[in-house]
């Protein structure tokens, strides 16, 4: 063998010894991450600040996430809910984005409106975007119209010839934001009755005869907090308010919204007021949390929604799991983000934020 050869081998054999010295190393500065990591969790609490009325879909979703989490998280901290409606789930993403400390133990289950308040909000509470973290989304939150069995409406074609009375929350609400761009975009006649505190007194409201339906909120969520209303007969889902439609509403034959625009501008408002739907049920936390304990709670953020402890829970209770990574959730609200702004201009006003 030649001194060449000799020292052709000596470096090979070299790079394999560093090679395989950095796979230990590696290994082992992520084992003492993930031990630090779990002795942060360790006997400390985590808050999950829900942005939604007790009894509607969003707080069941991030209830059920919640009683499955801990043991995903290094350190199986216990996880507690906490309720903190308000501004269309705004003030929860406040809670974790500027007053909770930004150490990992705040979470919060939030619209996917608040992320997007900014642009399509109302401009003269001057929100600016929040700096926050995403974990990812437990699923989309597809909306649609509902009225009563009994209402003079029975399907939303006649929306543009009779009046429908539908229940909604306060201004900042889906129920009311999503009634009023039907109303403004397309002319549907619906007289909201706004001001009541959630989804679940909105439900109470339609029971009573208070109002006939209620527009902007879950299909699916209807289907789990009000089954018998599906099972009797009791509502009729007059149209779907999203872009591709929910699968089971589009084999029964359930008309989008969409295809009761009549211009393409109406077309777009609809769409980009929609898009947030595709991350329907987002969890975020301060972006500030630092990055080992970040990626630990992305982790077992997704771990959670593929648990099938949690998937019996939520098949029983009639809840879709189609999660979203923290990826995906940022690059669709980037491209959100990038709607043209002279179509967010209409959009607001439509939704009565025009200046």
């Known amino acids: 063998m030649t001194v060449a050869n000799i020292s ?3 470096r090979w054999f070299c790079a394999a010894v560093l090679f395989a010295a950095s796979l230990v190393a590696g290994a082992s500065a992520s084992a003492a991450q993930s031990a630090t990591v779990a002795e942060f969790y360790r006997d400390k609490p985590v808050y999950m600040v829900i942005g939604a009325a007790p009894g509607a879909g969003y707080d069941a979703y991030a209830r059920l996430v919640a009683r499955h989490l801990g043991k995903h998280i290094p350190g199986n901290p216990n996880v507690i809910p906490q309720t903190l409606d308000g ?6 993403a406040m809670r974790v984005a500027r ?3 930004p150490d990992g133990t705040s979470i919060a289950a939030i619209h996917p409106t608040s992320l997007l308040d900014p642009i399509m909000g109302d401009p003269r509470k001057s ?4 700096d926050l973290a995403y974990l990812g989304s437990a699923g989309k939150d597809l909306a649609a119209c509902f009225a009563r069995a009994d209402a003079p409406v ?3 074609s006649e929306l543009f010839e009779r009046e429908l009375v539908v229940g909604a929350g306060n201004e900042a609400s889906t129920t009311r934001e999503y009634s009023a761009i039907l109303k403004n975009v397309l002319g549907a006649k619906l007289k909201i009755s706004a001001g009541y505190s959630g989804n679940a007194q909105i439900y109470l409201a339609i029971d009573r005869g208070e109002v006939q339906g209620m527009c902007g909120t879950g299909y699916v969520g209807v289907a789990a907090m009000r089954p018998n209303w599906i099972k009797d007969g009791f509502i009729r889902v007059l149209a779907q308010e999203s872009i591709h439609g929910q699968p089971d509403l589009n084999t029964m034959g359930v008309p989008l919204t969409l295809e009761f625009a009549k211009t393409q501008e109406q077309r777009q408002i609809l769409e980009a007021y929609y898009s947030p739907q595709e991350f329907g049920r987002p969890f975020v936390v301060s972006a ?3 990055r080992d304990r970040l990626q630990a709670l992305q982790t077992a953020f997704m771990d959670t929604l593929r648990d099938p402890e949690l998937l019996r829970e939520a098949k029983a209770a009639k809840l879709e799991i189609d999660p979203l990574s923290a ?5 669709l609200v980037d491209k959100a983000y990038a709607t043209p702004p002279q179509v967010l201009a209409k959009l607001r006003q439509a939704l009565g934020y025009g200046r």
């Open 127 to 130: 929100v600016e975007r929040l």
């Open 87 to 92: 501004a269309g789930g705004y003030r929860a």
């Open 327 to 331: 990826s995906e959730v940022g690059a």
């Open 154 to 156: 029975k399907s939303f």
């Open 8 to 10: 052709t081998a000596t």
């Open 288 to 290: 500030k949390v630092p």
């Open 99 to 101: 007053v909770a400390a």
